[in-house]
């Protein structure tokens, strides 16, 4: 028996979370079995923490939880074997099918991917789907031409999970890093990742007329879209990229084609979901060599099972800051 933050609904078909006791019999199907070290909490688990499963919960009882890493216990697959440390995010795991809430999971190998040397598992979930999602955006944009000393890269949400992890990686990477934050009192926690400037988010928030204006970014990671996605558009150099990878702001995008057709101006759209697997194993091959983990380590703030439906609740409306690593054994 093992412990799992399970998902159940009441008579009303409203779910609630609770601490449960399970079997590995209750497991879904899979190759392997991987005792959970860590988790973390991404906006889609607070969503399927939420009485309606936030549209995304299938079934219940449901284990929710995106992403998590730990030790393979058993495995009937060649490429894995007992003792093994692994990652898992994506492929809707902790949404369609159980997640990492739990002791123990079980998964295909097919979505594994083996946690690169330099990283702990602990260290891998405060980097998690976010962290993940951030190093696409980054990989992305210097794939379509980015380079340091074009000119400043904004970070939109920037204190969010994601947002976080991309100005560490940027200011590292040696990019001038432009962060927005509609929260005053993250400059500091801002610049301690790297950001040469902060931006106040309500520069960007409204839309405005005028399809172009001044060239001012040489590139963006979005996690915000709507009015704001719009604004960033006719901001960006001749030739820059936008990598869009959230819709904190809305999903409507009321822009105009102008940006791409005078400027060539790229939106990219970055999905950490159901990414190839060769291109995941880059990813988090970068994460290891150019995410410093001191500043990686200044994002965390620690959880446990018990934590959880609380946490769900704060990240929807926007109140944890950096990443959180649950710890779920704790």
């Known amino acids: 028996m093992f412990k799992a933050l399970m998902m159940e609904q009441d008579e009303a078909g409203l779910a609630q979370a609770s601490l449960k006791e399970i079997s590995e019999d209750q497991l879904p199907d899979g190759n392997v079995t991987v005792a959970v070290e860590y988790s973390t909490v991404n906006y889609k688990d607070g969503l399927c923490l939420s009485p309606k499963g936030g549209g995304l919960v299938r079934n219940y009882p449901h284990v929710p939880g995106i992403d998590y890493a730990g030790t393979v216990e058993t495995s009937d697959d060649d490429r894995y074997k007992p003792g093994d440390k692994v990652v898992l995010t994506g492929w809707r795991v902790g949404e369609v099918t159980w997640g990492g809430y739990a002791q123990k999971a079980r998964i295909n190998a097919d979505k594994l991917v083996p946690l690169p040397d330099g990283l702990t598992t602990r260290q891998a979930m405060a980097v998690g789907t976010a962290g993940f999602t951030a190093m696409l955006a980054v990989m992305a944009l210097e794939d ?3 380079k340091p ?64 204006e001044a060239e001012t970014w040489a ?34 995008l009321p822009a105009t084609v102008i940006p791409f057709l005078l400027r060539g101006v790229n939106l990219l759209g970055i999905d950490s ?23 990686l380590e200044a994002m965390i703030s620690p959880a446990t099972l018990e934590d959880l439906p609380a946490l769900g609740a704060d990240i929807l409306k926007g109140q944890v800051k950096g990443r959180v690593v649950v710890d779920v054994n704790g």
């Open 144 to 146: 379509h031409g980015m």
């Open 273 to 295: 979901v159901m990414q190839p697997y060769d291109n995941r194993l880059r990813a988090w091959q970068r994460i290891a060599r150019d995410l410093p983990m001191d500043k």
């Open 219 to 252: 590139g963006c990671v979005d996690a915000v879209g709507g009015d704001m996605l719009a604004r960033v558009l006719g901001q960006m150099k001749y030739g820059a990229s936008v990598a869009a990878v959230g819709l904190a702001g809305g999903a409507a």
């Open 149 to 212: 000393g074009q000119g400043p890269v904004l970070v939109t949400g920037a204190a969010g999970g994601v947002g976080s992890v991309a100005t560490a990686i940027l200011a590292n990477l040696g990019y001038d890093v432009a962060a927005v934050t509609g929260r005053p009192d993250q400059a500091a926690y801002l610049k301690g990742l790297g950001a040469s400037s902060i931006v106040p988010r309500e520069e960007l928030n409204e839309t405005t007329k005028r399809p172009l």
